[in-house]
């Protein structure tokens, strides 16, 4: 069976909330699977802050230290297992350990530096434990042996086998002991690197970090909101990112998986269900670009390239450098924190050029980097930086300058140098009628749209049959090609093939009317999916999970369009949204929302009987199959709830109040059925026409929503209207919505229309789409 490896972090296991988290994950896993462990929080600066206090033999400040410590274990302990656990008790023991030697002068650093990682192991095991998970800890300096710098691979390999299959395995990272048992360190942060040199050794198919951030991003999304989560990114890319100094993956961590087909995933704990960024072979990603910011660097100008001293002076530093050859110089770029240690390394070999500067750095893909760098150039230069050095190589360019680069100067390079670049995946789910449509009208659209951003059609599905290639479908021939090649494929296969999209922005299209597929909406999220939908399900389901939804799509900046689903093309959607940002308060709408039923209403005289109406349109095709789904006003019902909740009302369907354009004994059985009693339909509505006759009105099927009522008006039914009102005079067939805001008070804001159709049905669909495409390329 493939084994897994997942590391959690400081700060994911930061306090009693945080290890709950934790064991929250850890129960999905399988037994025989590793978990690596850091240091709880900043357990390990604490560490070195009482060893310097030791070294420094400043006793006051150790004592202060010790109390530090004690504060914070014992409070997580107490917590999660409570102060009379064996736990516990432990803990104290390591304590007076601790403050025994340090009083002895006999402490030791890396024996001290340990205690963080044996401390969450042990935690977790047994917080695990209580939870009725099977999990052991593991102390990983029986498992790594290092001699002479040097991990000793093939031993460690061997030793690792002591991992149970049957159980979890809580192994701590960052330590591991010399040939006679004293402890090392890997170097700080070296956790991640104790996971993917776990992964080797057990062998293990994927090797997951879970952290604080969601993955790997173009640049920092701390500074730049549109920083776009890659969802998969090379080995290759990683490496050169983490020779920049980009902190997300460290270069060592990355060193175990070098020619291995393990998986490398970047997650975060705080958002256990989404996907993060997996580091693949390098022939199983798309190159990527990425910014990365470069604080405080010196450069220094080699007298000979000597590549072996490079290597060398990495490993004594701990810390990858990246050269530059320059016109037959080599250059090297160091953290100045390292300036000194590298100028006594080379002496006269190595001249200092530049001291303390800062950049930025582009990786990208391979062939586009010196045009990269004089974008870059020129648009820093616009910005009034002074740059102190511009170059480019293989895969990647570097400009510095006095200043740090702010985040509004960073925001400006991304936008010209990646968000247009990034391809939008489209997903086209429901091909029938409008479906067609919309995607002969895509051909025709694709030009405009990829002068925004390059657009690719990468899925159709139909019910339960789908054309799926992440490569890009041929659009001239996309439905000829559906029809010969399409498969068989579960909810599971698509959600799958979402989540393997590598692409910088993914889109699913439902074009469909079911409401299974709406329910695969927050998967969809989950996976980084815009949606444009003209399926009203969504929209109208239960509030709780509509809720979660929006929320989920906001956390992750994703878009989610729907103005086909009310009105089909006409843009009362946007009309409402845009009211509302411009200060506008809505207070109420009301209107014909369904294009049958505006039909019927307009056609119906008390000369005819109302069933032969119906069944006249039932043979134009103006109705669904069985036209009680029209008349019974469910849909009205369900356009009503979607703009009510475009105007922020947390509204149920059932909030709706709801009358049918027919008798309620007509609901059962099939439209035959119904039409045997149809005595009842036609007499139903000649009295209620009747009815309005006498007052000199009109019968017409109307939605109401009044937010000045108390409580709100929100109704759905047929209405007795004058003959001469906006909903009365209407255009047989067309909708008509009726808008009265604070603006709009006396004299209505009304936009009608055809509100059915293919062609306005899809052509609303693609304005939704060149909406979405243009806000990610802003
Ligand atoms: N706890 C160690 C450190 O803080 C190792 C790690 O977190 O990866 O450096
Ligand atoms: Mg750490």
Not at 191 to 216: E, P, R
Not at 401 to 414: A, F, I, K, N, V
Request: aromatic content about 6%.
């Amino acid at each position: 069976m493939t084994k897994q490896v997942y590391k959690f972090g400081g700060s994911s296991l930061s306090s009693a909330k945080r290890y709950h988290a934790v064991a929250n994950i850890c129960q999905q896993l399988a037994y025989g699977d590793a978990i690596v462990v850091s240091a709880a929080g900043k357990t390990t600066d604490t560490l070195v802050r009482l060893w310097s206090c030791y070294h420094n033999q400043d006793h006051k400040g150790v004592g202060e230290v010790i109390a530090l410590l004690k504060d914070h274990q014992c409070a997580l302990v107490s917590e999660l297992l409570g102060d009379k656990s064996e736990v516990y008790a432990h803990f104290i023991d390591d304590i007076n350990a601790i403050s025994q030697r340090a009083g002895c002068a006999e402490l030791e650093q890396a024996w001290l530096l340990a205690h963080g990682e044996l401390w969450s192991a042990r935690l977790l095991a047994h917080y695990l434990n209580k939870q009725g998970v099977a999990a052991t800890h593991f102390d990983s300096r029986k498992l790594f042996v290092v001699a002479q710098n040097n991990l000793k691979h093939q031993e460690n390999t061997a030793r690792c086998q002591a991992l149970k299959s049957d159980q979890l395995n809580v192994v701590t990272g960052f330590i591991a002991s010399d040939e006679v048992g004293n402890t090392v360190t890997l170097g700080r942060n070296g956790s991640d690197y104790s996971a993917t040199l776990l992964g080797k050794y057990i062998n293990a198919s994927s090797v997951t970090i879970w952290t604080d951030t969601q993955g790997v991003y173009s640049t920092d999304p701390r500074k730049v909101e549109k920083a776009v989560k890659y969802n998969k990114i090379s080995q290759q890319q990683a490496q050169q990112l983490a020779r920049l100094g980009n902190p997300v993956l460290h270069a060592k961590t990355l060193t175990p998986l070098k020619d291995s087909d393990i998986k490398l995933v970047v997650r975060s704990s705080y958002d256990s269900h989404s996907d993060g960024t997996q580091v693949v072979a390098n022939e199983q990603a798309k190159a990527k670009r990425f910014l990365t910011t470069l604080a405080s660097v010196d450069v220094f100008q080699l007298t000979h390239n000597n590549k072996d001293s490079i290597r060398e002076l990495s490993i004594i530093l701990q810390h990858p450098l990246q050269p530059l050859e320059v016109e037959g110089n080599t250059l090297l770029l160091v953290p100045s924190q390292f300036g000194e240690q590298v100028a006594s390394y080379y002496l006269q070999d190595a001249v200092l050029i530049e001291s303390n500067v800062s950049g930025v750095a582009i990786v990208s893909e391979a062939g586009s980097e010196s045009q990269l760098l004089e974008s870059a150039k020129a648009l820093l230069e616009k910005q009034s930086m002074t740059l102190r050095g511009a170059w480019s190589q293989n895969g990647f360019a570097i400009l510095l300058g006095d200043q740090l680069l702010e985040s509004d100067t960073l925001s400006l390079l991304h936008e010209e140098l990646i968000t247009a670049k990034q391809e939008l995946a489209v997903i086209v789910a429901g091909i029938g009628n409008v479906g067609e449509v919309f995607l002969s009208q895509l051909n025709d659209q694709l030009a405009r749209l990829n002068t925004l951003l390059p657009v690719k059609l990468v899925g159709l599905l139909r019910s339960s049959t789908s054309l799926l290639n992440g490569q890009g479908i041929e659009l001239a021939t996309a439905s000829a090609n559906f029809k010969n090649n399409a498969k068989a494929s579960s909810p599971e296969q698509i959600i799958e093939f979402i989540k393997e999209l590598d692409y910088g922005h993914k889109v699913v299209i439902d074009i469909t009317a079911s409401e299974s597929f709406s329910k695969l909406y927050p998967e969809f999220a989950l996976h980084d999916c815009h949606i444009i939908s003209a399926n009203k399900y969504a929209g109208t389901a239960e509030l709780n999970w509509y809720e979660n939804l929006r929320r989920l799509q906001t956390e992750k900046n994703l878009l989610w369009r729907y103005n086909t689903s009310v009105g089909a093309g006409l843009p009362i959607n946007f009309a409402l949204k845009d009211l509302q940002n411009s200060g506008d308060k809505i207070t109420k709408i009301s209107g014909v929302f369904s294009g049958t039923l505006s039909w019927l209403g307009a056609n119906y005289s008390l000369d005819k009987k109302f069933s032969d109406l119906v069944e006249q349109a039932r043979e134009l095709g103006f109705t669904e199959p069985d036209p009680r789904e029209d008349l019974s006003g469910r849909d009205v019902q369900r356009k009503l709830l979607i703009l009510a909740r475009e105007l922020g009302l947390s509204l149920e369907l059932d909030d709706i109040e709801l009358s049918a354009w027919m008798p309620n004994e007509l609901a059962e059985g099939s439209w035959q059925d119904a039409l045997a009693k149809r005595e009842l339909l036609d007499t139903f509505v000649e009295e209620l026409a009747l009815d309005a006759q006498r007052e000199g009105n009109t019968l017409r099927y109307v939605a109401e929503l009044d937010t000045t009522t108390s409580p709100i008006t929100a109704k759905v039914g047929l209405k007795a209207v004058a003959p001469s009102a906006a909903v009365a005079t209407l255009t047989p067939g067309d909708n008509i919505f009726v808008i009265n805001s604070v603006w709009y008070a006396d004299n209505a804001l009304i936009i009608q229309g055809p509100g059915a159709g293919r062609e306005v049905t899809a052509a609303g669909v693609h304005s939704d789409l060149y909406w979405l495409c243009h806000k990610l390329s802003e």
